[in-house]
């Protein structure tokens, strides 16, 4: 059996102290969640403080990507030790943002995630297509592309420590959402990519969320999906009361 794993993307909100402030309100909300990793990515500056604010709960901290080198000439970036030095333990690398944005490849997404193994850090790696891309009917070519180049060079070991959240762009803070079958069917895929990477047992263990307007609403019916094992939740992961939601999706 998969653990489901829930994760908040704060992505770029929040100062230090809206992060406690939020923290602090989410803490009783989910103190009695252990069938459920709750964890929250949140912005460098925040890292160290929410590390604190968790403290006495299950929550788990992340941050939102992470440098592929060790140390050196890499100006703007963050290496896996100073993240690990602050209280990270979970990082997402790959989000579509950041493909978007700033010219993240698949190639930059591999180098990161190995460096995240490499440094005990668990990494969230995220994979999805454009809306482009989904009426075009390249989905699954488009995931191929993004799964083989995100994991090149991985062993069976490697990638069992891995989570994969499967985030269609097109559901990303639009308040559409993917329907359960929809993010079920190719979270079925995903693992299938995997088998032929892997091995079918290996693709069995693997976690995959869904991401993508995940919300209070939604929540328990995109999880009771067979492949669907948890959710990368943005809005919704900064009300306190929304996220613990999503976390107690099953009641
Ligand atoms: P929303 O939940 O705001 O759609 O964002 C999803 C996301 O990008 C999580 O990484």
Redesign the pocket.
Same mark, same amino acid.
Request: glycine share 24%; hydrophobic share 30%.
């Given at each position: 059996m998969r653990k489901p794993i829930i994760a908040g993307?704060w992505?770029m909100n929040n100062t230090q102290a809206e992060a406690v402030e939020l923290i602090n309100a989410l803490k009783p909300l989910v103190a009695d969640v252990t069938k459920t990793d709750v964890v929250v990515c949140v912005p460098y500056t925040c890292i160290e403080k929410v590390k604190k604010a968790v403290r006495g709960s299950k929550i788990k901290v992340g941050a939102e990507n992470v440098a592929w080198a060790d140390k050196g000439a890499f100006t703007g970036e963050i290496s896996a030790n100073m993240l690990k030095e602050v209280g990270a333990e979970y990082v997402?690398i790959g989000?579509? !943002?950041r493909r978007q944005y700033f010219g993240e490849t698949d190639k930059t997404v591999n180098m990161r995630t190995v460096q995240a193994l490499k440094n005990d850090l668990k990494p969230i790696v995220?994979v999805g297509e454009t809306l482009d891309e989904r009426e075009g009917g390249i989905t699954n070519k488009v995931l191929d592309t993004q799964l083989y180049g995100a994991f090149e060079g991985f062993t069976q070991d490697d990638i069992k420590k891995v989570v994969i959240?499967y !985030?269609p762009v097109w559901?990303? +803070?639009?308040?559409k959402t993917a329907t359960s079958e929809q993010a079920n069917d190719t979270i079925k895929y995903i693992r299938k990519v995997l088998a032929k990477m892997f091995t079918r047992p290996v693709a069995n263990k693997v976690r995959i969320q869904y991401?993508?307007?995940?919300?209070p609403k939604n929540a328990s019916e995109l999880m009771a999906m067979s492949d669907i094992d948890g959710g990368?939740? +943005?809005?919704?992961?900064l009300k306190a009361e929304d996220f613990s939601k999503v976390v107690k999706f099953n009641g």
């Open positions: 993307n992505k997402i989000h579509s !943002e995220c959240a !985030e559901a990303i +803070g639009t308040g991401g993508g307007s995940m919300n990368l939740i +943005g809005g919704a992961s």
